[in-house]
């Protein structure tokens, strides 16, 4: 039965039901209970904006405050999927991977291979992302590019509840390392879920809405600005067709190079800097693999290469907005 | 004053130590030749604090090693013909050729992997523990660093993370003296690296590396702390490496004759010969007969592991992932 929650509340309810369903799934990061052993321990933070709220109480001995140290954690966390538990770390804001890279990109990713395919590490480690909260330079990156560069990480990026929840219990389940991203943006965002467990599997993207005359591919919060985008374009008689990958790595190229063999037209919307980001790596993609059927040269919808700015005037313009994707729908599609 | 060992446990430790040596002993001579590929780290010299804190752990027992890894996997139970094998390059390595000397990893022994970062195994086996801790089991987790990662973030972090959650971890400090080639004595900040265990409200304790059966009952109580719920211990390790920081280093930074000496005075298999021998629990005899079967094999390893095949192209693209 589908009811409206939040994005928020989608992603405490797939921990949730999947700490319920197997008892080797773990919860550890910074104030994931938000008070361990404080009075208040029950009604505690739960994160620091409450996204696993509630869940300390209700599975005890299982989600575990850690001391701000990234790298003792995470790695914790890995070495703990290599000894048969499935956790759940939560990085807190991406920007922190800075100080934790090494345990995520020389250990957890490299294990399997480096061992001969011997080990198995279904650690998944969360964190917000993202630009719109004033936060400046050191907490609204993007960054699943990154990860995304990495082999033996899986990506996640939703950008709605319904596919937040079905993705989180996929990287639960999943025997790979998966870096889950959660648009801080989002967080308040409601949809249709249903309340029973359901996945979305890895690698199928999303056709958000078929169009004829110009496909966009949107990343995270990108895809609700390209519906916004693509409203206003149909009001002048443009037709998109909005395809949201769901995860990075893998990368369900296939329903990207089938639409843009059809529609001829590409904008790719990437919230992050546009230098060997997703939208440079869609955009070759499809230069190499569709050049004959490209009408128009593709479009990058991206933020500047520049850090993330403080001020509302600054970092506005820095934020990829519905009116510059609209834009660019409009310079690919009377390219000729 | 008799051991606390048996016959049969002084014949395992013994044979350990004198694999490990033969192993490294043979490594180096066919690394020489060139033809073995990429970086190897030796740890002849150091074989009584492998075998010393290995022969109290089990398969569950978990331990995160370091680029110097060969004797904390022999000890720690990987088959040093398919290590070789590894070593080489080869298809029928420990890990199929693709980890090579510093990746060598087998997690049905417990053995959590040698790491070619400086210091990565800290947080790892923090979680190693954490896993058994929270299904109620008493299995433990070994942290072998050396003197180089003792001034790593993730080994402070590691620490304190292992006292917070009260994990069952032995930090097993080898500090044999050089940090590649920057000596221990300009690189760490305090006397002792078990100084610093206070800092994290652990226990520290300093241990003669040279003798095995100092470190077999340090370790022994550091674990039995461990397995009993007690929390973590710090154990330094004061040892020596008889060859470079890497293959082909020529170890200008150290004195003239300091490792002959060390050979000739304080050898971790003369003292245990010498000590066993003397006190009659074992033989020359029994020495020997170790001396001979492990020479056979480790030259029977060296032998295959050349004649194996290496890794069909077919293999660069498999074990990436469980699934994609």
């Known amino acids: 039965m589908a009811r409206k929650i939040t ?71 890995v070495g703990a999927a290599c000894n048969g538990l499935r956790p759940v770390a939560e990085l807190m804001f991406i920007d922190f991977m800075g100080v934790c890279f090494d345990q995520i990109f020389n250990q957890a990713a490299k294990f399997r291979y480096m061992f001969g395919g011997k080990a198995k590490t279904p650690v998944v480690i969360r964190a917000m992302y993202g630009a719109g909260f004033r936060a400046a330079a050191q907490h609204s990156q993007c960054l699943y590019n990154m990860f995304t560069h990495v082999p033996g990480l899986k990506v996640v990026v939703p950008s709605n509840p319904y596919d937040a929840k079905g993705l989180l219990i996929q990287s639960i389940r999943d025997n790979d390392p998966v870096i889950f991203l959660e648009h801080k943006a989002l967080y308040t965002m409601e949809g249709d879920v249903p309340a029973e467990s359901y996945i979305v599997p890895f690698g199928e993207a999303a056709v958000v809405q078929e169009g004829d005359d110009v496909t966009i591919v ?45 529609t001829g037209r590409l904008v790719v919307v990437d919230e992050s800097n546009p230098r060997c980001s997703m939208a440079s790596d869609i955009s070759g993609f499809i230069a190499q693999e569709a050049f004959g059927a490209l009408k ?31 834009e660019a729908v409009m310079k690919v599609k009377e390219y000729r | 004053m008799t051991s606390p060992l048996n016959r049969e446990a002084l014949l395992q430790a013994y044979r350990t ?14 690394f020489a030749t060139g033809e073995i590929p990429g970086f190897v780290h030796l740890y002849a010299g150091e074989e009584a604090s492998a075998t010393g804190i290995c022969m109290h752990l089990n398969r569950k027992d978990y331990i995160a090693s370091t680029h110097r890894g060969h004797g904390h996997c022999i000890a720690k139970g990987v088959d040093p013909v398919g290590m070789m094998a590894e070593i080489w390059g080869k298809a029928t390595g420990t890990c199929k050729g693709k980890g090579g000397s510093m990746h060598i990893a087998d997690l049905e022994v417990g053995m959590l992997g040698a790491n070619g970062i400086v210091g990565g195994g800290g947080p790892l086996i923090c ?39 009260k994990l069952p971890v032995i930090f097993v400090a080898e500090n044999n003296g050089y940090a590649e080639a920057t000596s221990s004595n300009f690189s760490v900040a305090v006397d002792n690296i078990a100084d610093r265990a206070s ?16 470190v077999y009952e340090a370790a022994g109580e550091a674990i039995k702390r461990a397995r009993e719920g007690h929390g973590p211990t710090l154990l330094e390790v004061k040892l020596s490496r008889y060859y470079g920081h890497f293959e082909g280093d020529q170890q200008t930074y150290r004195a003239p004759g300091e490792v002959q000496k060390l050979r000739e005075t304080k050898d971790c298999l003369m003292q245990f010969a010498k000590r066993v021998t003397s006190r009659g629990e074992l033989t020359m005899a029994d020495i020997e007969a170790i001396d001979a079967e492990v020479k056979a094999m480790i030259d029977a390893s060296v032998v295959k592991a050349k004649a194996d095949p290496l890794p069909a192209p077919s293999e660069l693209m498999t074990d990436v992932y469980v699934s994609y």
């Open chain 1, 7 to 77: 994005y928020q509340q989608a992603i405490n309810e797939a921990l949730d039901q999947e700490m319920t369903r197997d008892p080797s799934v773990i919860v550890m990061g910074e104030d994931v209970a938000g008070g361990a052993g404080s009075p208040g321990e029950d009604d505690a933070w739960g994160g620091v904006l409450g996204v696993t709220k509630g869940l300390y109480a209700k599975h005890p001995g299982r989600v575990m405050d850690t001391p701000i140290s990234e790298s003792g954690y995470i790695g914790a966390a």
């Open chain 2, 17 to 30: 130590m004198r694999i490990i040596r033969d192993f490294e002993e043979r490594v180096h001579v066919d």
């Open chain 1, 296 to 326: 128009a040269p593709i479009q990058m919808v991206t933020a500047p290469h520049v850090p993330v700015p403080f001020a509302a005037s600054l970092e506005d313009l820095y934020i990829p907005s519905p009116a510059r994707i609209e």
């Open chain 2, 127 to 165: 979680g190693t523990a954490l896993a058994s801790k929270v299904r109620g089991e008493n299995n433990v987790g070994v942290c072998f660093f050396g003197d180089g990662a003792s001034n790593q973030g993730t080994i402070f972090e590691a620490m304190n993370l292992a006292s917070v959650w």
């Open chain 2, 199 to 214: 800092a994290f409200g652990m226990p520290g304790v300093i241990v003669d590396g040279f003798d095995f059966f100092a």
């Open chain 1, 218 to 262: 949107a990343i995270g919060r990108m895809v609700n600005y390209a519906k916004d985008a693509a409203a206003s374009l149909r009001k002048k008689g443009v037709s998109c067709e909005i395809i949201d990958p769901r995860t990075t790595s893998p990368l369900d190229t296939d329903t990207i190079l089938e639409s843009v063999e059809r």
